[in-house]
């Protein structure tokens, strides 16, 4: 596709229930990372794959977060026993291969909207 | 670490209007800086960037330049449109940190006909 693409768009769970939300980032694109954008604030990054790699995950919350990309394509966030602070917009964002200085521009996709009951 | 303070809005204007978005940041290293824009029910769009300092992003008739001794990269535009109401948010990346974004909270903008 064109862009990145995340599913589900709009998640309601109830507490305690796991959720599984999809990214599919631009083809070719080398690196992904996790945004998690709380109510009225900027995203705050969860974590980076470079391939299939997750060479960061220092701002997962919390052990219940967990994400891979086992092919290095797509990539998977699980939430186990959400709670009702999970509620946010979750961003997936993927970037071409790094070229020499600067930093890359990120393409974000659409987000899911996950609301914990 | 790395951080971005922004404007607090919300902000209304009038079409026609000049719209200037306050943006100060903290890093270590050489950041490049961002702003990005969210319209209503739409995803994150990569608005302007600059990478190095006096570098001047330009997009859409807004601007922003990277001003290294004031840790500053401020946008404006000189005549906004009612299409131009949306959250702006401001970002950098690189530096110590070489690939992830740091977001100010984000400036809502609505620009009234």
């Not at chain 1, 862009?3 to 998640?11: I, T």
């Not at chain 2, 978005?21 to 890093?27: D, G, L, S, V």
Request: aromatic share 12%; proline share 4%.
């Amino acid at each position: 596709g064109a862009g990145v693409s995340q599913s589900p768009r709009y998640k309601v769970a109830k507490r305690g229930q796991d959720v599984a939300l999809r990214c599919d980032p631009i083809s070719g694109h080398v690196s992904l990372f996790w945004y998690q954008q709380a109510l009225g604030q900027g995203p705050e990054f969860l974590t980076y794959f470079q391939n299939e790699a997750q060479l960061d995950k220092s701002g997962l919350p919390s052990d219940r977060f967990f994400a891979e990309r086992p092919e290095g394509s797509v990539s998977t966030l699980k939430i186990q026993r959400t709670q009702q602070e999970d509620s946010a917009v979750y961003l997936c964002a993927s970037v071409q291969p790094w070229s020499s200085g600067g930093q890359e521009t990120q393409y974000f996709g659409p987000g899911t909207r996950l609301l914990v009951l | 670490g790395n951080s971005v303070t922004q404007m607090e809005g919300p902000v209304t204007l009038s079409e026609e209007a000049f719209l200037t978005i306050n943006c100060t940041y903290t890093a270590t290293g050489y950041p490049s800086l961002f702003w990005y824009v969210q319209y209503p029910g739409e995803g994150l769009q990569l608005l302007l960037k600059a990478t190095k300092a006096d570098d001047k992003g330009s997009n859409k008739g807004f601007e922003a330049t990277y001003r290294k001794e004031t840790t500053s990269f401020h946008l404006e535009k000189g005549s906004v449109q009612v299409s131009d109401s949306a959250v702006y948010f401001c970002a950098l990346g690189g530096g110590s940190n070489d690939y992830k974004l740091s977001f100010g909270a984000g400036t809502t903008v609505t620009v009234r006909a």
